[in-house]
T-cell receptor, first 112, second 113 residues
Framework: EAQVTQNPRYLITVTGKKLTVTCSQNMNHEYMSWYRQDPGLGLRQIYYSMNVEVTDKGDVPEGYKVSRKEKRNFPLILESPSPNQTSLYFC???????????FGPGTRLTVL | KQEVTQIPAALSVPEGENLVLNCSFTDSAIYNLQWFRQDPGKGLTSLLLIQSSQREQTSGRLNASLDKSSGRSTLYIAASQPGDSATYLCAVSPLSGYSTLTFGKGTMLLVSP
């Protein structure tokens, strides 16, 4: 089944404790991106990747890092999480940058 | 900067009604527009994608139209069912650059039996 998977689905952590949210797609897509969704603010792009080893900032990149060492994986790294990063995070992929986007199931992160 | 607005923010209808959800965008230089459905606590499911050169797309009871020059799109749902209850999001892809989608904040739809 073609899909985008994210892990973990739910995470509660404390301020400053480094964490990684994994994202993987099995569709051989070149383009991958991360979004966060917050009440009243909607979905905003954090980072995106055009292909392996090519990443760039989206609208709200502060406090996040990404890497794209393999085509299928695009992990989101929070080096020192803060409470304002409490949010619902989505990973997405597409064949190319402006093709139909496929979203993962989301990761609900709470930073205490 | 592109802005996407969805009106109304919430809509409640009885089962069986036909309904229209609206999406407007400020910059007409778009490559395509995509409609998504989001169920509570879940991810986004792509419903329809309209290329900028197209006027409409249909899938089952759903029909999406696009008027790029006026910066508007509508999602028409025929014969609504309780299972259609969800939040509907529209998003536009820019004509140039490498970032992807600018999203509206969504319309929360409730279809009552």
């Amino acid at each position: 089944e073609a899909q985008v998977t994210q892990n973990p689905r739910y995470l509660i952590t404390v301020t400053g404790k480094k964490l990684t949210v994994t994202c993987s797609q099995n569709m051989n897509h070149e383009y991958m991106s991360w979004y966060r969704q917050d009440p009243g603010l909607g979905l905003r792009q954090i980072y995106y990747s055009m292909n392996v080893e090519v990443t760039d900032k989206g609208d709200v990149p502060e406090g996040y890092k990404v890497s794209r060492k393999e085509k299928r994986n695009f992990p989101l790294i929070l080096e020192s999480p803060s409470p304002n990063q409490t949010s619902l995070y989505f990973c997405a992929s597409s064949r190319e940058v402006r093709n139909e986007q496929f979203f993962g199931p989301g990761t609900r992160l709470t930073v205490l | 900067k592109q802005e996407v607005t969805q009106i109304p923010a919430a809509l409640s209808v009885p089962e069986g009604e036909n309904l229209v959800l609206n999406c407007s965008f400020t910059d007409s230089a778009i490559y395509n527009l995509q409609w998504f459905r989001q169920d509570p606590g879940k991810g986004l499911t792509s419903l329809l994608l309209i290329q900028s050169s197209q006027r409409e797309q249909t899938s089952g009871r759903l029909n999406a139209s696009l008027d790029k020059s006026s910066g508007r799109s509508t999602l028409y749902i025929a014969a609504s069912q309780p299972g259609d209850s969800a939040t509907y999001l529209c998003a536009v892809s820019p004509l140039s650059g490498y970032s992807t989608l600018t999203f509206g904040k969504g319309t929360m739809l409730l279809v009552s039996p």
